[in-house]
């Protein structure tokens, strides 16, 4: 029992030090991105490795969030045409990312509340709005990414 208790706390420390090797690589990176409310350095690291190295491979946002698997598709019954339903393609961890940052801010973050209770009103449903709000968080880290990167660039 001695053995595997030193075992686990040796890899204790293992863990939180790549956890601070990863903190300070995603900080030296992407300062801008894990300055967002609820990023932190794991969604961050996520959100480069999703990205690549080259984010102007990336046309758009909108590229950006199909790549996260976060863009929208027509989802009709044949009775509506204005539903949508998320993109089942797209790197699947991006999106649990995504989806993370999302339900943190739901908890006390004022705009994103206001934003899921107005999509309420509007007739959404609460995974639709959800679905809404994954959809601007990527177009916010796309722009926050993108100035990160292009900062290395040209330093």
């Known amino acids: 029992m001695r053995t595997?208790?030193?075992?686990?706390?040796?890899?204790?420390?293992?863990i939180a030090e790549a956890d601070?090797?990863?903190?300070?690589?995603?900080k030296t990176v992407t300062p801008s991105?894990?300055?967002?409310?609820?990023?932190?350095?794991?969604?961050?690291?996520?959100?480069?490795?999703?990205?690549?190295?080259?984010i102007d491979?990336?046309?758009?946002?909108?590229?950006?969030?199909?790549?996260?698997?976060?863009?929208?598709?027509?989802?009709?019954?044949?009775k509506t045409t204005t539903r949508h339903r998320l993109n089942p393609g797209g790197d699947r961890d991006a999106n649990s990312a995504l989806y993370l940052v999302v339900i943190g801010r739901?908890?006390?973050?004022?705009?994103?509340?206001?934003y899921l209770a107005r999509r309420l009103t509007e007739g959404k449903t609460k995974n639709e709005?959800?679905?809404?709000l994954r959809r601007l968080l990527a177009r916010t880290i796309y722009r926050?990414?993108?100035?990160d990167l292009k900062r290395l660039d040209h330093p």
């Open 57 to 78: 491979r990336m046309r758009s946002e909108a590229a950006f969030a199909k790549l996260c698997g976060v863009a929208p598709l027509p989802a009709s019954s044949g």
């Open 20 to 26: 601070r090797d990863l903190a300070d690589l995603t």
């Open 106 to 114: 739901l908890k006390d973050h004022t705009p994103t509340q206001t």
């Open 144 to 147: 926050a990414l993108k100035n």
């Open 33 to 54: 991105l894990l300055a967002m409310r609820q990023v932190g350095p794991q969604t961050a690291a996520q959100i480069l490795v999703t990205a690549g190295g080259n």
């Open 4 to 14: 595997l208790a030193r075992r686990i706390s040796h890899l204790n420390d293992e």
């Open 129 to 132: 709005a959800i679905r809404c």
